[in-house]
């Protein structure tokens, strides 16, 4: 409680805590979390449990909140447990939309904590009750979640070091499975006019087809995701589909496009003040250059790389060889967090 009264400044008055409703905390919570303060969020949906209510629709709401918040909080144990009984409840009291988001909670949750299978069932519920209500935003995103537990599945069993497409037959039929659902949620979110949502597939469909050896496929989405993200302004959207195309050049044998591509990549990490980032795009035009034979530009790039890599102590990119494995550690536009 300590915590909840150093988190929470202005609110950190015992006596309105304990005199609220349960409706008060949990709407103070909600607030708390959309603020991105989670921890102090938690504090308040937990005390409007123990304050307790007879709304059963309220409860649940809690429950739900509370399994996104510990999610973020990446407690994922615990947001499994509150999604569960998020599950459970509406269950009980026939609410197949709850059903039908808490289903979809929990799969994001168990697809996290790597046990795809069981996140598969939660994503099919989530799908079959939104296909039963009619509900096409709530059937995109079931797709989506299905294509991100099996990208995550397909990743998984892969081994570092194995380049794209020679991946083991387990994990190229996962990963076909996820480009799969990727497609069938851009039908409809094209349907639902969600350019946004549109864009956080097109990226995650091409990775997936970077995977898979299918790198054409994969500077088509890429190329998709970058207009989106020029539409919406979004400079690190942007900065991950430059680098993904890169990636993917690449692979095509086409050194100069790749390189034109990593070096915008490097004016948007410079943009946006990622060191890291500018870093590990230095590497990469590095090893382009090293390629086109453009040997003075290759050793400027790794000179630049050495030296944000000393400052930023990083062990490993100091240490590593100029093998070409870079390609794989740099497809970022990922699960998560679109």
Not at 28 to 56: H, M, P, W
């Amino acid at each position: 409680m300590d915590d909840w009264r150093h988190s929470c400044g202005i609110f950190a008055d015992l006596p309105f805590r304990m005199e609220s409703s349960c409706l008060d905390l949990a709407l103070e919570g909600e607030r708390l979390c959309k603020a991105s303060n989670y921890r102090a969020g938690v504090s308040f949906f937990e005390s409007a449990i123990q304050i307790g209510t007879e709304d059963l629709q309220i409860l649940s709401a809690i429950y739900s909140q509370l399994g996104n918040a510990y999610f973020h909080l990446q407690e994922y144990n615990k947001a499994l447990e509150y999604h569960r009984h998020d599950l459970t409840l509406t269950r009980t009291i026939g609410d197949e939309i709850g059903e039908a988001k808490a289903s979809g909670n929990l799969g994001n949750t168990l697809k996290v904590l790597g046990r795809y299978n069981e996140a598969v069932v939660c994503c099919q519920r989530h799908l079959d009750i939104t296909k039963a209500v009619f509900d096409k935003v709530g059937q995109a995103r079931a797709l989506y979640n299905f294509g991100n537990v099996y990208h995550a599945k397909g990743k998984s069993i892969c081994w570092s070091g194995t380049e794209p497409g020679d991946f083991p037959e387990e994990a190229r039929n996962a990963l076909r499975k996820a480009a799969q659902y990727y497609e069938a949620n851009l039908l409809l979110v094209k349907e639902l006019g969600d350019h946004a949502a549109q864009g956080r597939t097109y990226g995650n469909l091409g990775n997936t087809y970077y995977l898979l050896g299918d790198f054409e496929r994969a500077v088509a989405a890429h190329e998709k995701r970058l207009l989106i993200a020029k539409e919406f302004g979004d400079k690190s959207a942007e900065r991950r589909a430059h680098c993904n195309l890169g990636n993917a050049y690449i692979f095509l044998g086409q050194f100069d496009m790749a390189a034109s591509h990593y070096k915008k990549t490097l004016q948007l990490a410079r943009l946006l003040k990622d060191k890291a980032v500018e870093a590990q795009a230095c590497y990469s035009l590095g090893n382009t250059y090293t390629l086109l034979q453009d040997y003075e530009r290759a050793i400027d790039y790794h000179l630049k790389h050495l030296v944000i890599a000393q400052d930023l102590k990083d062990r490993y990119t100091i240490c590593c060889s100029l093998s070409f494995d870079f390609v794989l550690k740099f497809k970022d536009e990922g699960c998560f967090l679109n």
